[in-house]
């Protein structure tokens, strides 16, 4: 099943939204069909292009059990961004390790598409196009490295698992987005009610956080996945565990 917090978001089909208005400025379509990605692609990816492309919204933040492809869309969109000119994007994480996998990623698609690249130097954790645009990784604990430039994106991975996250955005993040059609992707499998990344979320439901949609899907979304190894996790696991990681549940 997959919820989505505002109407006016699609999911079964890719929106087209006026070129001058949208976020994502080249056709990631034809991105995709380049990718050999066009029919596997699932909702909770649809319905998260949508929401980032639709310019009413600046802030995202998607709750996804696992195996939905959610981080790797994010690049996707990611990558696009970084394809205009003079672009600047960054890949957020709770720890280093958890965003060098996003970094990874970058570094395998922009060698897919045999892009030009000016600077790729893992220890400044920074990888700069020929175009002029970065992709830069961070982690929570090390975010005041991050500031002193704005961003076109931030992608927030596994966010629920810092529980400085909010403090990391608000003071060190929030003040990068400092250009109007700057956004935000919060994407992370839920961890209880109690946490920032829940409260986030719910900002997507709120109509005084116009600028914010939320999504949250569960494992029906994934049709590759097996249901005989849903089950077998279902009796391997706590409840509470289960409706976590495969429901995408807010479960304490």
């Known amino acids: 099943m997959l919820t989505v917090s505002r109407e006016d978001i699609e999911l079964d089909f890719i929106q087209e939204f006026n070129a001058a208005s949208r976020f994502i400025k080249l056709p990631i379509e034809n991105y995709l069909k380049l990718?050999?990605?066009?029919?596997?692609?699932?909702?909770?990816?649809?319905?998260?292009?949508?929401?980032?492309?639709?310019?009413?919204?600046?802030?995202?933040?998607?709750?996804?059990?696992?195996r939905l492809g959610k981080t790797y869309i994010a690049n996707i969109i990611g990558q696009l961004v970084t394809l205009v000119p003079?672009?600047?994007?960054?890949?957020?994480?709770?720890?280093?390790?958890?965003?060098?996998i996003s970094f990874e990623l970058q570094r395998r698609l922009?060698?897919?598409?045999?892009?030009?690249?000016?600077?790729?130097?893992?220890?400044?954790k920074v990888i700069e196009l020929q175009n002029g645009s970065t992709i830069r990784m961070?982690?929570?604990?090390?975010?005041?490295s991050t500031v002193g430039r704005s961003y076109d994106l931030i992608i927030f991975d596994e966010a629920a698992l810092s529980?400085?996250?909010?403090?990391?955005?608000?003071?060190?993040?929030?003040?990068?987005?400092?250009?109007?059609?700057?956004?935000?992707?919060?994407i992370s499998t839920p961890r209880g009610r109690n946490n920032w990344f829940s409260k986030?979320?719910?900002?997507?439901?709120?109509?005084?956080?116009?600028?914010?949609?939320?999504?949250?899907?569960d494992y029906t979304e994934n049709?590759?996945?097996?249901?005989?190894?849903?089950?077998?996790?279902?009796?391997?696991?706590?409840?509470a565990e289960f409706e976590q990681e495969y429901l995408a549940s807010f479960t304490t």
């Open 35 to 66: 990718l050999n990605l066009w029919d596997t692609i699932n909702r909770p990816q649809i319905a998260l292009i949508n929401s980032v492309n639709n310019p009413k919204y600046r802030f995202i933040c998607c709750a996804l059990a696992r």
């Open 86 to 100: 003079n672009s600047n994007v960054l890949i957020i994480s709770p720890n280093y390790n958890l965003s060098s």
């Open 110 to 124: 922009i060698k897919h598409f045999d892009l030009e690249v000016q600077r790729d130097n893992l220890k400044d």
């Open 138 to 144: 961070g982690s929570v604990s090390t975010v005041d």
């Open 163 to 186: 529980d400085r996250g909010e403090e990391a955005f608000n003071i060190a993040l929030r003040p990068t987005l400092d250009k109007p059609t700057a956004k935000a992707i919060f």
């Open 200 to 217: 986030f979320w719910q900002r997507g439901f709120d109509p005084k956080f116009k600028e914010w949609c939320s999504l949250q899907a």
């Open 223 to 239: 049709l590759r996945m097996a249901e005989s190894d849903v089950e077998e996790a279902r009796r391997s696991m706590t409840k």
